[in-house]
């Protein structure tokens, strides 16, 4: 038998390799010659296309790799290659049937990749192809948006990595919008350094380009460049004039948009009601960044705001138990409140949020509007823990009366509870990721919601039909409501528009009439961008509705959203893009993820290097996250400090490397036990 200080130095040894060695060896031998991103925003909707050439410039035939970074936000609407002459179209198709072509190819042995994985604020749309010696190709890659106005303006992420160098990258962004634009500014890693000189902004009234022209040179120069070439994100964030309160409405071949974001209303004061987990989950530096989060946030109240605070672990604890004017002393009582919260115990998810509720029904207000803010890290482990019966529960003592907002911090909650709980009560949920900056995520979704200008707003349009979604329960300031539908009729001359709403408890009513004769200012080369918006937006209500409804009315919708996502050629969670290859009828699928999948590399963890039986024989638990939790919790057990990557990244390009250390760890925890 091996002695055991040999077989340590062995495992250590294993362990030293992979965290030194390179997880993703880049190759030398292709030329990217040409790198083209073209975005054109039209009236808040973005299309971009991405344009890579590469060659093999090798005397052998080679696998070549396309990878970008997208939106996720966005819908893939086309993909293909060309290879010498013959071009490979993607094929949008409903996602079992992708998946049967897909275990098909499996079966016949090919090659058959499944093309999905998620980050922070991007996806990942990467495949490979096979080019012959000195052959090129060409991959093409669209996508499309509908830009949301978040604090005041719109934001246009683009992400820029071609692998290496470029002699020929050129990025190109034109933005028309009616009404005028008011502001545009370009930030992001992209903008760093050299690379400030490469970019040049041009404005007219209705018009703004953006141009990012950085030669060889330039590309390794900037803040997360080297010589790998660019590797950021380029940010362009604006907004639009709104000399109409009533709003802007659009009309073109039969579809028309309408967004309402008025501003010439006084501020709601607001009841607040912050439901903060101190489970036992929460400990080190997420429960840190709350406190830190809590603290600005309350200094961002106004005076004629009532608030309260609810802290919760397997007890409820309320600061008060009543809401309390936002006074100076008010606010340095519940401050000195904050920064004594203490990670402990279970999660009574149930008690905390119906102690919420309660406390903003025994103190109704006029002309106020209610906000409830939940922030937790996991499920509800004690009290009532029957999901269904939470959300039964807090429904009922809601009943429609205000919003609840649910943050869910980190990879171990529960979101789709967490979003379905929220949507029941005209909510919305948010993921809070566990990096250096969570506190300033947690204190952007308050700014968020900070200034209610409208409640119960109910839009109308006489002549309208396909709707999509016309009621919102609140609308604040710096957001928009956009609503876009077909008109039943293309012959009338006039469109009517009409939003109700409540201002302070008083009713108020927009009312606008426009001509459909008039001449549109799209150009010709976008003028179905208006039918796309209409078709993008209500598929997105339809998938969100999914969570909500049971049934054949699920099914009726689900096939809806099937359908518009195969008419316009849209990969969302219902259907997938088939990438069928030259060699051979290779087949790649291309999928869009939900929120809430694991992050990057964790699918493969667990399908490749550990099943479910080693977990529960190793005495850690099953389940989707189990290889993240195997993670956890070897490392705490066996060190008492927090896990490196889970406390410091949404990146997780070195999880297989952590693996292995971790498996090392815990192979060398059972020596010491003498359990091998």
């Given amino acids: 038998m091996m002695d055991r200080a040999a077989l340590r130095l062995i495992l250590l040894g294993v362990f030293l390799i992979s965290a030194t060695s390179d997880p993703v060896k880049k190759k030398k031998n292709v030329d990217i010659y040409s790198f083209y991103i073209n975005s054109t925003v039209t009236s808040r909707y973005a299309t971009t296309v991405i344009t890579s050439r590469v060659a093999n410039t090798l005397n052998e035939s080679q696998e070549i790799q396309f990878e970008v970074k997208i939106p996720k936000n966005a819908f893939i609407s086309k993909f293909r290659m060309t290879i010498e002459?013959?071009?490979?179209?993607?094929?949008?198709k409903e996602?079992?049937?992708?998946?049967?072509?897909?275990?098909q190819a499996v079966s016949r042995g090919q090659s058959a990749g499944l093309v999905k994985s998620v980050g922070r604020t991007l996806e990942d749309f990467k495949t490979s192809v096979t080019v012959a010696a000195f052959g090129k190709v060409t991959f093409e890659l669209t996508y499309e948006e509908l830009l949301k106005r978040h604090i005041g303006k719109y934001g246009l992420l683009i992400n820029a990595q071609p692998m290496h160098p470029v002699a020929d990258f050129k990025m190109d962004v034109h933005i028309q919008e009616k009404p005028g634009i008011s502001f545009l500014e370009v930030k992001g890693d992209l903008s760093t350094g050299?690379?400030?000189?490469?970019?040049?902004?041009?404005?007219?009234?209705?018009?703004?380009?953006?141009?990012?022209?950085?030669?060889?040179?330039q590309q390794t120069k900037c803040k997360s460049c080297g010589e790998n070439g660019l590797n950021g994100d380029l940010l362009i964030t604006y907004d639009v004039e709104r000399q109409n309160p009533k709003g802007e409405v659009m009309v073109s071949k039969g579809y028309f948009v309408h967004?309402?974001?008025?501003?010439?209303?006084?501020r709601i004061p607001k009841n607040v009601v912050f439901i903060i987990d101190r489970s036992g989950s929460m400990h080190c530096r997420k429960i840190d960044q709350t406190r830190l989060a809590l603290l600005r946030i309350l200094s961002d109240l106004d005076e004629d705001d009532h608030f309260g605070l609810i802290t919760f672990d397997s007890e409820v604890s309320l600061w008060k138990?009543?809401?309390?004017?936002?006074?100076e002393a008010n606010l340095e009582n519940a401050k000195s409140f904050v920064k004594q919260i203490r990670d402990r115990g279970a999660t009574d998810i149930n008690a905390a949020v119906l102690a919420g509720v309660?406390?903003?029904?025994?103190?109704?207000?006029?002309?106020?509007?209610?906000?409830?803010?939940?922030?937790?890290?996991?499920?509800?482990?004690?009290?009532?823990?029957?999901?269904?019966?939470i959300m039964s529960n807090v429904k009922e003592a809601i009943g429609t009366k205000f919003p609840l907002y649910c943050l869910g911090f980190g990879y171990d909650v529960n979101f789709d509870f967490l979003t379905k709980m929220s949507l029941e009560n005209s909510g919305v949920a948010r993921r809070i990721y566990e990096d250096s900056d969570a506190d300033l995520q947690l204190q952007g979704f308050y700014e968020e919601v900070a200034v209610p200008l409208l409640t119960d707003i109910q839009l109308k349009y006489p002549g309208g039909t396909n709707l999509t979604k016309t009621s919102f329960?609140?609308?604040?300031?710096?957001?928009?409501?956009?609503?876009?539908?077909q008109i039943t009729d293309n012959s009338v001359e006039s469109f009517t528009t009409e939003v109700i709403a409540l201002s302070k408890g008083n009713n108020v009513m927009y009312q606008d009439t426009i001509m459909t004769k008039d001449p549109s200012d799209v150009p010709p080369e976008n003028e179905d961008f208006m039918q796309r918006l209409w078709a993008y937006l209500t598929v997105k209500q339809l998938l969100e509705r999914q969570v909500l409804l049971n049934g054949q009315e699920k099914e009726d919708e689900k096939k809806e959203a099937i359908k518009l996502s195969l008419k316009y050629q849209f990969v969302t969670p219902l259907t997938s893009m088939v990438v069928t290859k030259p060699q051979e009828g290779e087949v790649e699928v291309a999928d869009k993820p939900k929120e809430g999948e694991a992050p990057p590399g964790l699918p493969v963890i667990q399908s490749q290097h550990r099943p479910q039986s080693f977990l529960k024989a190793s005495g850690y638990g099953g389940g989707a996250r189990a290889p993240r939790v195997l993670h956890r919790q070897m490392f705490r057990k066996m060190t008492g400090i927090q896990h490196p990557i889970y406390d410091d990244a949404a990146d997780y390009d070195h999880i297989g490397r952590w693996y292995n250390f971790l498996s090392v760890m815990h192979l060398l925890h059972l020596f010491a036990i003498n359990q091998i």
């Fill in 473 to 485: 329960s609140l609308y604040f300031n710096g957001s928009e409501i956009v609503v876009s539908g």
């Fill in 358 to 389: 309660d406390m903003i029904n025994r103190h109704p207000r006029e002309g106020t509007a209610s906000i409830l803010i939940l922030l937790t890290d996991g499920d509800p482990t004690t009290g009532e823990t029957n999901k269904e019966k």
């Fill in 259 to 266: 967004y309402f974001a008025p501003s010439d209303v006084p």
């Fill in 321 to 327: 138990r009543e809401l309390l004017k936002a006074t």
């Fill in 95 to 103: 996602k079992e049937e992708a998946q049967q072509q897909y275990n």
């Fill in 194 to 217: 050299d690379l400030a000189n490469a970019i040049k902004t041009t404005r007219a009234e209705k018009d703004a380009w953006v141009t990012f022209y950085p030669t060889q040179d």
């Fill in 85 to 92: 002459g013959k071009t490979y179209d993607g094929v949008v």
